[in-house]
């Protein structure tokens, strides 16, 4: 089978169905292609998300992360708004628990404001009146932060973008591309045959296949996406009302994750985690998950030697509260004691699919990578999914750049 596409997106992910459906927007003309491997959309990250409209009170004021986060909030509300998909704005509370959490909470105030994010500090006594269940010697109090099923969101983007005239093709795995001057030939595997299409310019919203993808097009980049398995816990339905916000530890800065947190969820449950231990699977979600040829890749890769050497000793810390489960316990019971260790119920960990520099670095932003046909989202971390909508209009102003497309010659092929 062949077929022939104006635009190809690759990764049934959000940010693939985001960019997918705003370019079938801005061009209505245009014959335009989802290709997704999986039975289903928003089978990995974005599935596996703890589901919170992130307000952006972390990310480096001025950075990809800040500005996508800071349009993302209005721009996922709005949506689901418009679409009647269930929201919730429970704000979060960012909760300091000793004195070197305290300090470090003043320093995270001042970056709300450095990115225009409305906070208020607590004292302990307002911390105690906003949450009964939760110790601390004060709080970041953020009121934009809020919850969603990511999945029904992703569904809801790409119903809209087939309305449009767009086409998903699931159960589609690209095993090879071969990219000339005027178009990038996919040759991709279905369940039922062996399909080439061919697209005047691709796309890749891949995830954890990002650096596969660059690789099939001789794409020379200095990174590659490793694996961290972020374990999570349920608590039992008891729990439901234990927390009335979002609570969240003060971050340690020389570490690269944020730490165990208390998250409600959309369906009404409180779930514990993520913790952050090495992936040895890039798909793996389960306590024991081996991939030969995603080890080996690791393995082979020295800034993955070099990552670990860095972070060593949490790294360590983390593996042993993996399977040790009152060590995991420790973390959530600094801010809230009333958790028992039979509170902790199984839940479907998630994969950050973490894109790592030779020199060990973790790529904390957004990483774009291009070649004269082609775009790739290489690194996309939290806060992605929130800044999903933001990021496809991203994308689809450096495609028309690459192609020479004007925003007044985009208005003239939508009005025609």
């Known amino acids: ?84 998909i269930p929201v919730e704005n429970c704000g979060k509370l960012l909760v300091a628990t000793n004195q070197l959490e305290l300090e470090r909470m003043q320093d995270l105030y001042q970056r ?44 809801k983007m790409a119903e809209e973008f087939v309305k449009l005239g767009g086409k998903v093709m699931l159960d589609t795995k690209v095993i090879n591309l071969v990219e000339s001057a005027e178009n990038t030939i996919l040759t991709c595997q279905s369940s039922a045959e062996e399909v080439s299409i061919t697209s005047r310019f691709l796309v890749s919203c891949s995830g954890l296949m990002a650096d596969r993808i660059t690789k099939m097009l001789n794409i020379e980049t200095d990174f590659q996406i490793i694996p961290y398995r972020g374990e999570y816990h349920q608590l039992p339905a008891k729990h439901n009302n234990i927390v009335n916000h979002l609570i969240y530890p003060i971050p340690d800065p020389e570490l690269p994750f944020l ?7 959309i369906d009404g449950s409180v779930t514990v985690g993520p913790n ?41 810390i983390e593996t042993k509260n993996s399977w040790w489960k009152p060590g995991y316990l420790k973390m959530v019971n600094k801010y809230c004691d ?26 904390h932003d957004f990483l774009f990578v291009e070649s004269p046909r082609s775009l790739h989202v290489c690194n996309a971390p939290s806060p992605a999914a929130t800044s999903a909508i933001p990021i496809g209009n991203y994308i689809c102003d450096k495609i028309m750049a690459k192609q020479g497309i004007s925003k007044s010659d985009e208005l003239s092929q939508k009005s025609s």
């Open 259 to 265: 730490g165990v947190h208390l998250t409600r969820m």
């Open 1 to 84: 089978m062949k077929a022939m596409y104006d635009y190809v997106i690759i990764g049934g992910g959000i940010i693939g169905v985001s960019t997918a459906w705003q370019l079938q927007q801005r061009y209505p003309e245009k014959s335009i292609l989802l290709v997704e491997k999986e039975s289903q959309l928003s089978r990995h990250q974005t599935g596996h998300n703890s589901g919170v409209i992130h307000a952006g009170v972390y990310y480096k004021p001025g950075s990809m992360k800040a500005k996508f986060c800071k349009a993302g909030v209005k721009a996922t509300t709005e949506f689901c708004k418009k679409h009647n």
């Open 112 to 155: 709300c404001h450095e990115n225009e994010i409305h906070a208020i500090l607590l004292n302990q006594a307002e911390l105690k009146i906003r949450e009964p269940n939760i110790q601390g010697l004060g709080a970041i109090f953020v009121d934009s932060t809020s919850i969603v099923n990511y999945t029904l969101v992703t569904q």
């Open 338 to 363: 009333q958790i028992k260790l039979a509170d902790l119920l199984p839940y479907p960990a998630g994969i950050r699919a973490q894109a790592v520099l030779k020199d060990g670095s973790l790529v």
């Open 276 to 316: 952050a231990v090495q992936g040895w699977k890039r798909e793996g979600y389960g306590k024991i998950n081996i991939n030969f040829r995603d080890i080996l890749d690791m393995l082979s890769f020295s800034g993955f030697w070099k990552v670990t050497k860095n972070n060593l000793k949490s790294g360590l």
